[in-house]
């Protein structure tokens, strides 16, 4: 029990101070599941000790929002309303087949107000044809395009956070959306850069254990540092804001946690089941998301998990202004 309290409060130990807290993390939904079967085991066997897995299940409560939801989402038709797209397209590699119409159709459809995208692509003038085709405004930057947003309403204003010499980045984007500007956050943070092929057997996992803990290691504390630069941006920000895109860490993360403290997450709020969004060969991943702060309300949200563009799932928001 006390070894479990203490896998739990890793969460709150930043990575730039006890490195290893971001690997004792990927701990907590192992113990949560092998404490239910445990509770179940000593239930069915008449054993005394069953109320340990129970007190291990009740510290584990706050975990629970962040497995699994079963939320109904409110009427996304009603005025002043807006839909958000947010994608990692891994640079559009799954999509080349018919000079990437397939998948500039696909967003063109979504008919989304906004759009966020990751691992962006802007050659062969995808840009170009979803402005023209959708009728958006675009804050691609030229020299670090990673990270990209489009608008059906004005750009006042955009910047890179990490300078424009760093791949994975932060771009926002203040849009004025009817007689108010919201604050869009484009968000690539530092990626794990494990290779899954890898670690399909035992042997692939023995050879490549002491790189994957330096990555793992080394990532959560660069993302930690980002983490903390972009929050004290959006604490900045005179407008509501919406930061959507690719974490790269898991919701049993000090990173995740620390963006809970001051924004709420639509998959919390009004997403349904698992909400996996890596569509890769690591399963049951959730390290996309769309987190929120004051004057905005979630309606609906989901995961698009029939999609396979990229070896992410795109998400999708409809929010409303609440001041």
């Known amino acids: 029990m006390t070894l479990s309290a203490i896998v739990f409060a890793s969460v709150l130990i930043p990575p730039t101070l006890f490195q290893y807290a971001s690997i004792m993390s990927f ?4 113990i949560i599941g ?13 054993s005394r000790h069953w109320y340990f897995y129970l007190i291990v299940l009740l ?12 939320n109904k989402g409110s009427n996304a038709k009603e005025s002043g309303n807006f839909s958000l797209l947010s994608y990692n397209v891994k640079w559009f590699t799954e999509a080349k087949e018919n000079n990437y119409e397939d998948i500039i159709n696909w967003i063109i459809d979504q008919k989304a107000d906004f759009m966020c995208f990751q691992e962006y692509y ?3 003038k995808i840009s170009e044809r979803i402005i023209d085709r959708g009728g958006y405004y675009d804050a691609t930057d030229k020299k670090r395009y990673n990270v990209a947003i489009f608008s059906k309403y004005p750009i006042i204003d955009k910047g890179l956070l990490l300078g424009d010499d760093k791949l994975n980045n932060i771009l926002y984007a203040d849009v004025k959306y009817q ?5 869009l956050y484009s968000i ?9 092929d890898k670690l399909q057997d035992r042997q692939g996992i023995r050879n490549e254990y002491d790189d994957v803990k330096f990555r793992l290691l080394s990532g959560s504390r660069t993302r930690s540092e980002q983490v903390d630069l972009l929050l004290q941006h959006v604490q900045s920000s005179p407008y509501p804001v919406v930061l959507a895109g690719d974490f ?3 919701p049993f993360s000090h990173n995740y946690f620390t963006l809970k403290k001051s924004l709420k997450n639509a998959f919390e709020e009004k997403g349904r089941g698992f909400g996996v969004t890596y569509n890769g060969k690591i399963p049951f991943l959730r390290i996309d998301n769309q987190f929120f702060g004051d004057g905005l309300e979630i309606l609906q949200f989901h995961t698009i998990n029939n999609v396979y563009y990229s070896d992410h799932y795109p998400l999708l928001g409809n929010y409303r202004m609440t001041d």
């Open 27 to 30: 701990a907590i939904p192992v």
């Open 34 to 46: 092998l404490s239910m079967i445990m509770l179940l085991l000593t239930i069915f066997f008449k």
């Open 59 to 70: 510290i584990a409560w706050p975990f629970y929002s962040l497995t699994v939801q079963f």
């Open 122 to 124: 802007p050659e062969r």
């Open 179 to 183: 007689s108010d500007t919201i604050r």
């Open 188 to 196: 690539h943070l530092e990626s794990m850069g494990i290779n899954p």
């Open 248 to 250: 790269n860490d898991i």
